[in-house]
């Protein structure tokens, strides 16, 4: 073999090896963000689906209606509160001073959660209510067939409360 014919051949090994190992850091890099652009277009929609949700709840009050008003018409006394963010912290704060009792909420984070009533996690033991309001609405589908599963109480989105009143 010439002198110089293996620093070629290595060379050439190297430069194989190098592609390579760019052509799978880019596709490694796109997936990841294929992944974060999809995590972000989730986040926006789950964010669009609160905003209108608080948009009719402002259309309700502007029209003199109040979610205690469903809940008498439907002959419900006590319910759960299901998701305690924002819009659960909401509905919180409308029923309380109400005759409609809150008796807990129902978080999947509960442990993280701080609430002037007790939160339970999905998996626990749920009390008997006369209904579950569920107020991660972008989520109901998946969130309605779980509590199905451990509980018998109606359970109603928050979104359908709002748009039946």
């Known amino acids: 073999m ?18 390579a190992a760019g052509a799978g850091a880019g596709i490694a890099a796109k ?46 006394k006590t319910v759960a509160i299901y998701g305690i963010s924002y819009v659960g912290e909401r509905l919180y704060d409308e029923l309380k001073g109400s005759d409609i009792t809150v008796k807990y909420a129902i978080d999947k984070n509960a442990d993280k959660i701080y609430a002037d009533v007790d939160v339970l996690t999905p998996e626990e033991e749920l009390p008997e209510v ?24 109606a359970i109603a989105s928050l979104e359908d409360i709002l748009y039946e009143l």
């Not at 014919?5 to 090896?17: E, F, H, I, N, R």
């Open 2 to 19: 010439k002198r110089g014919g293996k620093s070629k051949l290595a060379t050439g090994v190297l430069m194989v090896l190098s592609a």
């Open 31 to 76: 997936n990841k963000l294929t992944k974060k652009n999809s995590d972000d277009a989730l986040y926006a929609r789950k964010h669009l689906a609160i905003m209108q949700l608080f948009n009719q709840w402002m259309i309700t009050k502007q029209e003199g209606k109040s979610i205690i008003d469903y809940l008498h018409k439907n002959n419900v």
């Open 130 to 153: 006369d209904l579950i309001i569920v107020t991660a609405t972008f989520f109901y589908d998946e969130i309605e067939e779980q509590l199905s599963e451990v509980t018998e109480c």
